[in-house]
């Protein structure tokens, strides 16, 4: 795990923490203290006192979560609320909280430690943390052992996918936490939902291209046979105006030069896919992605 910065606002081997907790959680790596919530470990290794944790605590500077546990102020509510539940954030839970796209759904996974309830959340069947752990969240690579015994294997993909578009993880270190059996599946992707798409579209074994290039037009999502566009809008970056309007110039860009355009929404892909997968089976039997588009 990362260690502790420099001495800086030391002053006589213990923290400062006359001005609040600005200046002690400066003494604590970011990564020991995710979502603003601290293990009483981790603080005790910065230099806190006994009497200076329960002053915090007395102040208001610091919530007890549960034995051993404090929120600062502006703590992450899913990371709190795995901490109460007698565990730490893991599995798919913890790769969100890394920077990767949430699946659909709101259920907390918790890898519980000794100290878990039995019943208190949906733990992940991770085996059960023998040690107390230290932080409040596991890093990823951690959970992404978890969510494969865990998750679906097209969610598990389309969250790691995503970690390794934002940069947070290497192509190859993903194929190896993926393992052999899941690691031949991943490709680029511009979002979760696409990922999705790919997988399922692939599974009924349409041949398609992701991220092709299209001279005058640009990246499309996908391209299957020649001519057949399927572009797939996130919920997050096709909601606004100008994002609107230029999907519409596109499309109709798309149709001048002879190609088949598909857009799916957010709720086709993950509410509503047997419908939209149905559609564009029916257009590739009836060749719509067969012949060459009109020179630009």
């Not at 759904?105 to 023998?130: D, E, I, M, N």
């Not at 692939?202 to 499309?220: D, E, F, M, N």
Request: hydrophobic share 40%; proline share 5%; net charge positive.
């Amino acid at each position: 795990y990362p260690q502790f910065g420099g001495g800086e606002g030391r002053r006589g081997g213990s923290v400062t923490t006359v001005t609040g907790m600005r200046n002690l959680l400066s003494e604590v790596h970011p990564g020991r203290r995710p979502g603003n919530v601290i293990s009483t470990k981790v603080l005790t290794e910065a230099g806190v006192s006994h009497a200076e944790l329960r002053r915090l605590v007395g102040d208001g500077m610091l919530t007890r979560l549960r034995r051993g546990w404090y929120a600062a102020p502006g703590a992450d509510t899913t990371v709190s609320a795995a901490i109460r539940a007698g565990g730490v954030l893991g599995c798919g839970s913890a790769l969100t909280f890394h920077g990767a796209w949430r699946p659909l759904g709101k259920q907390l996974h918790v890898y519980r430690t000794r100290h878990g309830r039995a019943a208190a959340a949906s733990y992940c069947p991770a085996p059960r943390c023998r040690h107390p752990f230290p932080v409040a969240v596991v890093p990823i690579d951690v959970a992404v052992r978890q969510a494969r015994l865990c998750l679906a294997a097209e969610e598990l993909i389309a969250q790691v996918e995503s970690l390794v578009m934002v940069g947070r993880l290497g192509l190859a270190e993903a194929e190896h936490l993926l393992g052999p059996a899941l690691a031949g599946r991943l490709d680029v992707s511009g979002s979760g939902t696409e990922t999705l798409v790919r997988l399922r579209l692939r599974q009924k074994r349409v041949k398609l291209r992701p991220q092709a290039k299209i001279t005058s037009v640009g990246w499309v999502d996908f391209l299957i046979g020649d001519r057949l566009v399927v572009e797939v809008d996130s919920f997050e970056h096709h909601t606004s105006r100008d994002s609107y309007h230029n999907d519409r110039r596109r499309d109709l860009r798309l149709v001048e030069l002879g190609y088949t355009v598909v857009r799916l929404t957010w709720q086709d892909v993950m509410l509503g896919w047997e419908a939209a997968c149905r559609s564009i089976l029916a257009l590739i039997r009836a060749g719509k992605h067969l012949g060459r588009p009109r020179p630009c």
